[in-house]
């Protein structure tokens, strides 16, 4: 499966992760289109852009080093995928002057935790298990 693809699958995949996430753990209502869900991406589709990037990024990492083991990808996933957070939140802040998110701590100006890198690092290690599933079966 191409980069493409994979971008535009996790970016929906993002999107529901995201909507379940303020919807029923946050007990918040989030409307389809108009607040915070959408507008991470500026769009009024159920699409996540930063879900769809680390996607391309772990197919790249997966790719360039195929045997590596599942614990390290996920750790090293986990960094990368931190890093990236980091770098778009910082982009769309100077370029929009709004934050999409905010973790309210002291690192990175509140766009990444340590609770949200072992997020990633789980991600990561989920990711590499659906990339294997996927790769093989096609």
């Known amino acids: 499966m191409n980069y493409i693809l994979y971008y535009i699958i996790f970016g929906f995949v993002g999107w529901i992760i995201e909507f379940i996430y303020i919807n029923l753990l946050n007990k918040q209502h989030i409307s389809f289109c108009g607040d915070t869900i959408t507008n991470y991406c500026n769009i009024c589709i159920p ?35 931190t890093i990236m957070e980091c770098i778009i939140g910082n982009i769309s802040f100077t370029i929009n002057k709004v934050k999409k998110w905010n973790y309210h701590s002291y690192l990175c100006n509140g766009f990444i935790s340590f609770d949200i890198f072992i997020y990633w690092i789980i991600c990561s290690y989920i990711f590499r298990w659906i990339y294997y599933f996927i790769e093989e079966k096609i």
Request: glycine share 12%; no cysteine.
């Open 47 to 81: 699409f996540l852009n930063i879900y769809g990037l680390g996607a391309v990024l772990l197919v790249f990492l997966s790719r360039k080093y195929p045997k590596m083991s599942f614990f390290l990808f996920a750790l090293i996933g986990g960094i990368y995928l």
